[in-house]
């Protein structure tokens, strides 16, 4: 595991997990991803990514408050079974896969490489994927 506290995997652990409630009613998460943002499609050796552009996407509001991130790329992880594969886990369990959709912050910085070494830079939306034969 990773050092540090920003680091990568991370077991969410939902009996420990806080929301802020009121600052989500107040401001709820916002995002918008136009099929056109998705521009090249690439295979980095360990997943898939797909490469965008940024035009029109949009990802605000919740604890991101009114700054406006711009969607930079997104990407997928899976494994060799229908129950290992995420990054992440919650409460101990892995799930198939993970979906990560990477922003950076373009109230702040300038570009993408500016952001990301910043600790406010980047956002990442993730969504756990499971598998289910119907």
Not at 111 to 117: G, N, V
Request: charged content about 25%; overall charge neutral.
């Amino acid at each position: 595991m990773a050092a540090g506290s920003r680091q990568s995997p991370v077991n969410i652990e939902t009996d420990r997990a806080e929301s802020d409630h009121e600052a989500l009613s107040n401001k709820p998460l916002r995002w918008k991803y136009p099929a056109s943002a998705s521009r090249k499609l690439v295979n980095p050796g360990y997943c898939w990514r797909i490469d965008c552009d940024g035009d029109g996407t949009l990802l605000s509001g919740g604890p991101l408050k009114d700054d406006i991130y711009k969607l930079e790329q997104y990407h997928c992880h899976w494994g060799c079974s229908d129950s290992r594969g995420s990054e992440h886990t919650v409460d101990g369990q892995a799930f198939a896969g993970e979906l990560h959709l990477v922003h950076w912050n373009t109230t702040k910085y300038r570009t993408f490489a500016e952001a990301a070494k910043a600790s406010d830079g980047l956002a990442v939306l993730g969504v756990f994927l499971k598998v289910r034969i119907i």
